[in-house]
């Protein structure tokens, strides 16, 4: 028996949203008047015994009921927050501290044990996919083990977390769908985007990845699905580059799908309807890029990813002046290659500017690459850029960008088109220009064929082959390929991993021209300095970075990129050189200025360890 004092309770004192949960809590306790107080008789109903506190049990499905939490020192709640749950690890005495006896087995385990426990069961799973979800699984429960298995195993699981398994991983991701990660802004949204952004419980945020899902790697349109491609990149912004998760939002824009297979798939869990263009699309992305920097402020980082072509130039011209703004389909791609371009250098001789590129693809990868090509050859030669772009050539679906096309040329492939009579095919056209680089952005696979890696092979001692596109299906041709009808003698890189291929009894181990070279390392470098816009001049800075990481054991092997196993060491010279250049170009905030850049970008890394509680 419990007492309620009518005068401190008077209903007119009440809020608004307890008045409509009185009906369901008084359906739950009988009252009885006793003079001036009010005395509660507890009623147990439907809930074996426990007192229905809320009316939940009582309630009807008609009836509202709210959804209490408490924010308590519950060692329940501790084992089921990502951020500081350690499972096993929780050593006797957190165990006392923490409200945990009895929640746990008595064993105690160390992080290392631990990470060999998951790896081994990881390697169980034959499938793909499997191991993907394993992982989002273990992100979902242990954020610290999560990024500790993938800091230390990173050449074996990126595979999984990034291309090629993410690719599979959208197209299936309403049917693996489990919890959701990040926020989704949708068409619904429209006019309240701010709020749903105040939603997040992370205040702080430096780097946001967005994606409207629209080309997803090689895949095309996954809409609402595509939200793998910023939930996998900025796992690999704080396994490779260190930026804190806490730090991090993944962003997926919902403005519909013309994907009919998604449209009519019962699982399917965005907008069921037709894409939305014009200006009912502009005007939801320029809400977003102003709620953006109104919450966040001027200095987040907001990375583009997956938008299709139409869009991706038009956004980062648009934003690149008055937001830190960053395509990395166009500008990372572009950025990663020109690496492998430097660092061949020293494999098939000459400078950048000896060499004729040949492009298969002019979309945002394919012309990104180019035009930083061009802007190196010109920081080079001291020529004018719209000079040192005639030593590139671009092939789209309808044949060599040439002048004569002008006309109906999109307005990014404008700058490519050279003086040159019409070429209709690939083949005809290395024959034509004779490139030494061969380059593929196409989102075709198998279009490198035998006959065009034979003709590179016979007009270069050292053709230099780079299959970018993603996923593996859609590599145009494999380094098998590349090896064999070359007669070993192409130098190899590819936007997907290949296994090492042994011809003619030599061990060729080809090279993975991977964005999360540099995107991780990159954004780093835009946070230490407090960046508030990107330049080219950045790109080059981390192109020249990266290339220079590269060893003379990594040459001896033939490859133009270091091996991921030293990838934090890379992201923190990318970071130091980027953020060196940042503020030489006088964009920088945070003043004054390091000493040594490559210690302080360390020394701000995100270390995955166990903290100790009290």
Not at 351 to 371: K, P, R, V
Not at 554 to 580: C, E, M, Q, T, W
Not at 584 to 605: F, I, N, Q, T
Request: net charge neutral; glycine share 8%; proline share 5%.
């Amino acid at each position: 028996m419990m007492c309620l004092n009518s005068h401190r309770h008077n209903i007119r004192t009440l809020s608004p949203h307890i008045k409509k949960l009185l009906p369901v809590i008084m359906s739950s306790i009988s009252l009885k008047e006793n003079g001036g107080e009010v005395s509660v008789t507890k009623n147990y109903s439907n809930g074996g015994g426990l007192r229905d506190l809320y009316g939940e049990d009582s309630a009807t499905e008609d009836h509202l009921i709210t959804p209490w939490t408490f924010s308590v020192a519950s060692g329940y709640s501790l084992l089921r927050d990502p951020r500081y749950n350690k499972g096993l690890a929780f050593s006797e005495g957190e165990r006392d501290a923490h409200y945990l006896r009895g929640l746990l087995p008595p064993v105690v385990f160390n992080q290392e044990l631990q990470e060999k426990r998951l790896m081994h069961n990881l390697r169980q799973y034959e499938v793909p996919l499997h191991r993907y979800m394993a992982l989002m699984d273990l992100q979902e429960r242990n954020e610290r083990l999560f990024y500790r298995l993938l800091m230390d195993n990173v050449e074996e699981l990126l595979p999984v977390v990034y291309t090629p398994t993410v690719g599979e991983a959208c197209q299936k991701y309403g049917s693996i769908f489990r919890r959701p990660q990040g926020l989704y802004i949708s068409l619904k949204e429209k006019g309240k985007i701010l709020e749903v952004l105040k939603n997040w419980p992370e205040k702080s945020i430096q780097v946001i990845v967005v994606t409207d899902g629209e080309r997803i790697l090689g895949l095309g349109d996954l809409g609402c699905q595509g939200m793998g491609i910023p939930v996998g990149k900025l796992s690999l912004y704080t396994a490779l580059g260190g930026v804190r998760p806490s730090s991090c939002l993944p962003i997926t824009i919902d403005v519909g799908t013309n994907n009919e297979k998604l449209l009519n798939d019962e699982f399917y869990i965005g907008l069921r309807q037709r894409r939305a263009t014009g200006k009912e699309y502009a005007e939801l992305l320029d809400e977003f890029m102003r709620a953006v920097k109104q919450n966040y402020g001027e200095k987040v980082l907001i990375q583009f990813e997956d938008f299709a072509n139409h869009n991706a130039f038009d956004l980062l011209e648009k934003y690149s002046s008055s937001h830190l703004v960053f395509n990395d389909d166009i500008q990372g791609t572009a950025s990663v290659v020109l690496a492998g371009l430097l660092a061949s250098l020293k494999l098939v001789g000459g400078t950048l500017a000896d060499h004729t590129f040949l492009f298969l693809g002019a979309g945002e990868a394919g012309t990104g690459i180019a035009e930083l090509i061009a802007l190196e050859i010109s920081k080079q030669t001291k020529a004018p850029v719209e000079e040192t772009r005639k030593k590139i050539w671009l092939v789209d679906s309808k044949g060599l960008i040439v002048s004569s096309r002008l006309e109906s040329l999109q307005h990014f492939k404008k700058p490519w088109a050279h003086e040159h009579e019409p070429v209709k095919g690939l083949l005809d056209a290395v024959k034509a220009i004779k490139p030494t680089v061969l380059i593929g952005s196409s989102g075709v696979g198998k279009t490198f064929t035998k006959e065009v890696v034979e003709t590179m092979a016979s007009l270069n001692e050292k053709p230099l082959i780079l299959a970018l596109s993603n996923p593996t299906s859609q590599s145009e041709c494999t380094a098998e390929e590349a090896y064999t009808w070359s007669k070993g003698k192409a130098i190899f890189a590819s936007g997907s991993p290949f296994d090492p291929v042994e011809y003619e009894g030599k061990l060729f181990v080809p090279g993975q021209a991977n964005n999360a070279y540099i995107f991780p390392g990159f954004g780093l470098g835009l946070i230490i300095s407090g960046a508030i816009r990107v330049r080219d001049e950045m790109l080059l800075a981390a192109s020249e970075a990266l290339a220079a990481q590269v060893s003379e054991e990594n040459y001896d092997k033939g490859l133009i990129y270091p091996p991921f196993s030293n990838i934090r060491k890379i992201s923190a010279h990318i970071a130091a050189k980027v953020a060196a250049k940042t503020y030489d170009l006088g964009l920088a905030s945070h003043l004054p200025r390091p000493k040594d850049l490559v210690k302080y970008a360390e020394s701000c890394m995100y270390s995955p360890g166990y903290r100790s509680y009290r």
